[in-house]
């Protein structure tokens, strides 16, 4: 099975910190995401990759940036933490064709005081 | 505009008394439906993919359809296990749209 793994569950940070959420795959998937989700809202998309040091903006890109040096891995970074960003933040990957399955990891919980 | 919306938002149900979920959707060329599970604190894990319009999925107590509109989650007999929050999306070219979900409680 795919695996997705976040490695921070639970976060608490200060308002003004810089924050790396971290997510590794293991099955060779090209394309990864990074998700928000709130009580209400759904899930929203931050950003995605599609392909090594690639990335597209999703739908609330602000406040947020990535990196993907390799494939495997794709970090998600908050300049500078406000408390808006408290959040449950989702990573997922999909193999680019075929099956279009996102497999989510099992999500990290980030409060900013 | 691509939309996805889910009903009832919660939903408690009887150990034993079947039900059904809905998904509304509305989105410009749909590449597939996805149904998840998510248990509080944890990720969404999938549970089935559908395609087209008349297709169906099964497993266990748990019956996926779809329709041009709409999907149903159906679930038969439930037992409190299957308490959780049911996802639905609907996948456009990359992004997916996702639904609030519909928080079941299945009472012993």
């Known amino acids: 099975d795919v695996k997705v793994t976040q490695s921070s569950r639970y976060l608490v940070k200060r308002t003004g910190e810089k924050v790396f959420l971290e997510c590794v795959q293991d099955m060779d998937h090209e394309n990864m995401f990074w998700y928000r989700q709130d009580p209400g809202l759904g899930l929203r998309l931050i950003y995605f990759s599609y392909d090594v040091k690639m990335k597209e903006k999703g739908d609330i890109p602000e406040g947020y940036s990535v990196s993907r040096e390799k494939k495997e891995r794709f970090s998600l970074i908050l300049e500078s933490a406000s408390t808006n960003q408290t959040s449950m933040y989702l990573c997922?990957?999909?193999?680019?064709?075929?099956?279009?399955?996102?497999?989510f990891g099992a999500g990290s919980r980030l409060t900013v005081l | 505009e691509d939309q996805v919306t889910q009903s009832p938002e919660a939903l408690r149900l009887q150990e034993g008394e079947s039900s059904s979920l809905n998904c509304s959707y509305t989105v410009s060329g749909l590449r597939g439906l996805f149904w998840y599970r998510q248990d509080p604190g944890k990720g969404p894990e999938f549970l089935f993919t559908l395609y087209s319009a008349g297709e169906e999925k099964e497993k266990e107590r748990l019956k996926a359809t779809l329709t041009k509109k709409e999907s149903f989650l159906h679930i038969t007999a439930p037992k409190p296990e299957d308490s959780a929050t049911y996802l639905c999306?609907?996948?456009?070219?990359?992004?997916?749209?996702f639904g609030t979900g519909t928080r079941l409680k299945v009472l012993a």
């Open positions: 999306a609907v996948q456009g070219t990359y992004k997916y749209i």
């Open positions: 997922a990957s999909r193999v680019s064709s075929g099956a279009n399955v996102l497999t």
